[in-house]
Structure formats: C-alpha cells, structure tokens
C-alpha cells in the first residue's frame, strides 16, 4: 500500500494508521522521504519500506543503528 504522508486533511504517517495497516497485514510503503527526520520517524513505526531521493540519508541511518 503506498501512501504519500498526508493529503488533504488526512495524515498517512500517523502512528495510529500505521498500526490499523499493520493489524490488517497491509505492507505500508512510503515514497519521497527526503530528508533524515521523516525517515527517522517512519523507520521507528517500522513501515514497511521507504522511497527516498536521498540514498545518502538512508545510508547513514544503516551505518549507525
């Protein structure tokens, strides 16, 4: 399920519809995560998977947790 982080009024990166997708077994996928506190943040709720721009962000994360 890909999903921006918000549209309209609705917030798709809320921890609470994370874990709704999560409890149903919906993979989440975000795209366009482009800088290191978003990715951060989606990465602690344990998304499914994380499209970024920025590789380097991702990488960094890597290297350190």
Do not use: C, W
């Not at 921890?15 to 978003?38: G, R, S």
């Not at 721009?53 to 990488?59: M, Q």
Request: glycine share 4%.
């Amino acid at each position: 399920f890909q999903v921006p982080l918000k549209t309209g009024m609705f917030n798709f990166e809320s921890p609470k519809f994370v874990k709704f997708l999560h409890d149903l077994n919906i993979p989440i996928l975000y795209t366009d995560i482009d800088d290191a506190e978003t990715l951060n943040r989606l990465i602690a709720q344990n998304v499914s998977g994380i499209i970024t721009n920025r590789p380097d962000l991702a990488e960094e994360f890597l290297t350190t947790h």
